[in-house]
């Protein structure tokens, strides 16, 4: 019974907030309905959700694309939620899901005639190196100089799909293509096992997931970037190194995200244009938010958006309601969820003081510093 | 003036206030006569604050009425208050740094020329006419920052002046100050008191509520326990009023054996977060089995001293050995490793994480070793264990160890520190006010265990603003002041007062020739 209690006050907030944005969009789907026909049409909203349902879970089709969607947002949550445990706000990984999926593509392409057990390896590798790569940068210059890391990562962001545009656009380019646009990584690509695209990704991703729940709660490093995150006057006392875990857990995050890059170009795309990229590394804000930083409710959270993404165009075909309607959703979850303290007033919430530790963390990113003297 | 009977220029009458699951005030009644200094004891959360910030208009009671001068006031809020003559000295002081002590003053109740601007010639007129009413002459155009913490104070009490309050409050107000400046502070309420005005003193420092008051209370758990006169009663009396058992105020020292030198800092400096030298040029040796009390007020290094020695601060010059062993510079888990423990100041934020269940915290400095962790991975049963065990053995009173360490009264969160640290095998425990603002049964259980711990061969280095807790508990006593030892004094044969002046003003009177500059 107290189990049952206190994972209410840790879930209650994510599934009010999933509650009122639902309930928010079909507002947004009945008006502009009537503002572009004139007609008031109430069962609408309710069509467009099933049509939604059936897209992400109606057909063995649409959980693989459901699972597909889920992987990234998976990893990318996973990346942005580590970062929240030791009191980082890694709004980075974006640029780090493109440096990922850009480590994969040269050498996904450099090996893509070689045996698929060398070049998945070493592409997958390639990725998560170039992801740890870029997220290292701004640890190290938060833990050396104590540059804030929403600011460094906003500006690599500019830069990662700045350089992943020149380099499509001159060294990888394929000399014969008129658009800007690399080779297909060949036999780098991962490995279809079920449904139209269900690939390797979607297993790494979940992987992942328990890895980091072992590292957070079992293992003395995860002790160590929690208490960072929590306290990190009390983790200096304690003969801990705030600035060693700011790096490592940055340097984690970056890999994260860069495998989920990687498993992207890898696992779906396969080419990259210079044009490359999506709200993966935004979402995955989100997405971490949503499972406030718990790998259980990570999974919950990816596999929610992931399966908004994967029934957004039946929504469309089936409704005739724009598959944007879904960024709707998810901004307004991301709005309830930061808006916390007063969703919490008007439902009248017990705060989740009584959930240890789970929560909490995440708000303190914002303008503290990790790094003193 | 104890004995003058008179209308009660504030009573407050059956007083409750409920909160979720608490009765903050039981039905108190209180009352303080004109020309009262009226002392309100209790333990921290007896219920003290509550009462405070009913009489502030901070908070509605459920029950009760407060009158003033007889006439039943429902107070709105402390501008209410402020207006009906009540006005409150925080113990954390409400100054603007930067503002002039006339600006300061003025803040909120300006003097106003036409519509924009201050009268600032009425202003300073009256603050110095108030100065010298008390007693106390300030310049108005000081700039607070400027000003000790003794005369910070002055500041705020001339602010409730300027506002006409006839009724003070202060709450705790000598918890920052010296021997010395507490003196001069006690003169001034007893002026304010000859004036005529009423004051109520929060404390739950024993020998000072004697001292000042004309009138005790003594509240516990929300009620009034007892109402006491000062000539009729003993510290003795009003620490077991207020604990609601025995205590022992002074511990039983007991005879130290120093043995062989366990710690030698020579020549130590270091710097401070802003770069100053903080610490310039400290020497100490502390024994096997012995208390080393550091007395200075604070600020004057010792927190940089600590620091330095214990790995948390790189010292710019000298020397740290411990046992023999170069440990200068060394970083703090190596310095634990060599047996050093250490309770810090500030508890909240260097102790322990408020955001954790107590395991987590009872764990804080040992989480890497053998039997809590195997390798990389924590070894969750082993802390549990150890857990309840120390909750136990150090009674540290939590509905379950689950709870977050936030949910636990200062004192539970004290005994959470001293249980993890404590229990090591140690050669050197480093104290830095290990008691701050916790109430005399943690005090007391505290001192207990340091002295269990000397008398088990651990060296101690004791410090403490409080210059009464490094003399019950220190074999030696060294006063630091401006970063220097100025003088040791042996624990059991110092005096008070001379230790109190040589912490004001870092010298004795020339006649008075002892040791100065180190300890050894």
Do not use: C
């Amino acid at each position: 019974m107290r189990t049952l209690q206190r994972t209410w006050y840790v879930i209650a907030l994510p599934v009010i907030s999933i509650a009122l944005s639902v309930m928010l969009g079909s507002v947004v789907i009945i008006l502009s309905e009537w503002l572009v026909s004139g007609e008031l049409k109430p069962g609408l909203a309710l069509d467009a959700y099933s049509a939604l349902l059936q897209g992400s879970v109606g057909s063995f089709n649409a959980i693989v694309s459901t699972l597909v969607n889920t992987a990234p947002l998976l990893l990318g949550g996973l990346s942005v939620g580590l970062a929240f445990k030791a009191g980082l706000f890694n709004i980075g990984a974006q640029g780090q899901f493109l440096m990922g999926a850009l480590g994969a593509v040269i050498v996904g392409v450099i090996f893509r005639e070689d045996s698929p057990l060398i070049a998945i390896p070493a592409a997958l590798a390639a990725g998560m190196l170039m992801g740890a790569i870029y997220g290292f940068i701004p640890g190290f210059l938060k833990a050396t100089s104590g540059a804030h890391e929403v600011v460094t990562t906003i500006m690599l962001n500019f830069i990662a799909v700045a350089v992943l545009a020149g380099m499509v656009s001159s060294v990888l380019k394929v000399p014969t293509s008129p658009q800007p646009i690399t080779l297909d990584v060949g036999n780098a690509a991962l490995p279809i096992l079920f449904g139209r695209n269900g690939h390797l990704g979607i297993i790494y991703a979940l992987l992942m997931a328990v890895a980091y729940g072992w590292l957070v709660f079992r293992t003395t490093l995860g002790f160590e970037i929690r208490t960072t995150g929590a306290n990190p006057d009390a983790a200096r006392y304690a003969g801990m190194s705030p600035r060693r875990i700011v790096v490592l857990t940055m340097s984690a995050a970056g890999m994260l995200a860069g495998l989920a890059g990687a498993t992207q170009l890898l696992g779906v795309s396969h080419i990259m244009t210079a044009s490359y990229g999506t709200t993966v590394g935004f979402d995955a804000i989100a997405v971490a938010l949503l499972g406030r930083t718990n790998p259980v409710g990570i999974v919950l959270a990816a596999v929610i958006f992931g399966g908004m993404r994967a029934g957004a165009p039946a929504m469309q075909i089936q409704a005739g309601v724009p598959a944007d309607l879904v960024g709707v959703i998810q901004a307004t979850i991301l709005f309830f969820l930061v808006a916390g303290p007063v969703v919490q007033r008007v439902f009248r919430l017990r705060n989740a003081a009584a959930a240890i530790e789970e929560t909490g963390t995440f708000t303190r990113t914002y303008g503290s510093e990790t790094v003193s003297r | 003036m104890t004995e003058e009977v008179g209308a009660p220029a504030l009573e407050m009458r059956g007083i409750t206030k409920r909160y979720p699951g608490v009765i903050a005030n039981d039905h108190i009644d209180l009352g303080v006569r004109p020309g009262e200094i009226h002392a309100l004891l209790g333990e921290n959360g007896a219920g003290k604050t509550t009462l405070m910030n009913v009489l502030y208009g901070l908070a509605r009671p459920d029950e009760g009425e407060i009158r003033l001068d007889g006439e039943v006031v429902a107070l709105e809020g402390p501008a209410d208050a402020i207006a009906r003559g009540i006005s409150m000295v925080h113990q954390h002081f409400m100054l603007v740094p930067v503002l002039t002590v006339a600006e300061n003053i003025v803040l909120g109740s300006e003097t106003m020329k036409g519509r924009y601007f201050l009268d600032r010639a009425e202003a300073h007129r009256r603050i110095i006419e108030l100065g010298q009413r008390f007693g106390f002459d300030i310049d108005p155009e000081a700039r607070v920052g400027s000003l000790s913490v003794g005369w910070q104070q002055r500041v705020e009490i001339l602010k409730a002046l300027y506002r006409d309050a006839r009724i003070l409050v202060l709450d705790e107000p000598t918890a920052v100050l010296t021997p010395q400046e507490t003196e001069e502070i006690f003169a001034v309420l007893r002026g304010l008191a000859k004036a005529g005005h009423s004051i109520v003193f929060i404390s739950h420092k024993l020998y000072e509520v004697l001292e000042i008051a004309d009138r005790i209370t003594v509240i516990r758990r929300g009620k009034v326990v007892g109402q006491r006169l000062p000539s009729q009663t003993t510290e003795e009396d009003l620490a077991e009023l207020m604990v609601g058992r025995e205590v022992s105020l002074v511990v039983d020292r007991g005879i130290s054996k120093p043995g062989e030198p366990v710690l030698k800092v020579v020549g130590l400096k270091a710097r401070d977060d802003r770069g100053r030298e903080a610490v310039r040029g400290v020497d100490l040796e502390i024994r096997a089995g012995e208390i080393l009390g550091i007395a200075g007020v604070a600020g004057n290094g010792q927190d940089e001293l600590v620091e330095a020695l214990i790995g948390l601060r790189r010292p710019t010059d000298g020397q740290v050995t411990l046992e023999g062993h170069d440990i200068t510079g060394h970083s703090i888990r190596s310095v634990y490793g060599a047996g050093v423990a250490f309770v810090p100041a500030d508890r909240h934020r260097f102790g322990m994480v408020l955001a954790f269940s107590l395991p987590d915290n009872l764990v804080l400095t040992s989480y890497h070793r053998e039997p809590y962790a195997h390798g990389i991975l924590r070894d969750d049963a082993a802390i549990r264990r150890t857990a309840e065990e120390r909750i136990k053995a150090f009674d540290i009173r939590t509905p379950t160890a689950d709870v977050r360490a936030s949910t636990l009264s200062g004192g539970n969160q004290q005994k959470v520190i001293v249980a993890r640290e404590f229990a090591r095998d140690l050669r050197l425990l480093v104290l830095d006010q290990p008691t701050r603002g916790l109430d005399v049964g943690s005090i007391e259980f505290i001192h207990k265990q340091a002295i269990a711990k000397r008398d088990a061969g651990t060296a101690i280095l004791l410090v403490s603003a409080e210059l009464d807790e490094v003399l019950e508990l220190s074999d030696r006593i060294a006063v630091m002041y401006r970063g220097v030892i100025v003088g040791t004094f042996d624990g059991r044969t110092a005096d008070k007062r001379e230790i109190g002046l040589l912490m004001a003003v870092g010298a004795r009177e020339p006649a008075n020739g002892a040791t100065e500059g180190s300890v050894a």
